[in-house]
């Protein structure tokens, strides 16, 4: 059961470096900084904007609108430092 736990405590962890770097892609975009023509980029973009569209999306709808400032990536990972610490503090203890 500690197995399950660690595996997805990793699955967390990894999941909010796919978030902070969906987010600095966006901004890279936004600013022109990376060329959205070329071929790696834009399938590097694709791949992060599948990877978090469907746990940013139901965010976005509950949140007001803050004109171009999208805090959705922060409330997630909010989100998910919550349940990480949760899984940590409470259930493993009880598995060990």
Do not use: C, H, K
């Not at 949140?63 to 949760?86: E, N, T």
């Amino acid at each position: 059961m500690l197995a399950l736990i660690q595996t997805i405590v990793l699955a967390l962890d990894l999941y909010w470096w796919i978030i902070i770097a969906s987010a600095i892609f966006s901004w890279l975009y936004a600013f022109n900084v990376v060329n959205p023509r070329n071929q790696v980029v834009g399938t590097i973009g694709n791949m992060l904007f599948r990877l978090t569209e469907p746990a940013l999306r139901p965010i976005r709808r509950f949140m007001p609108d803050l004109g171009g400032i999208d805090i959705s990536p922060i409330i997630l990972l909010l989100a998910l430092f919550f349940v990480r610490q949760f899984i940590l503090t409470t259930v493993a203890p009880l598995v060990i």
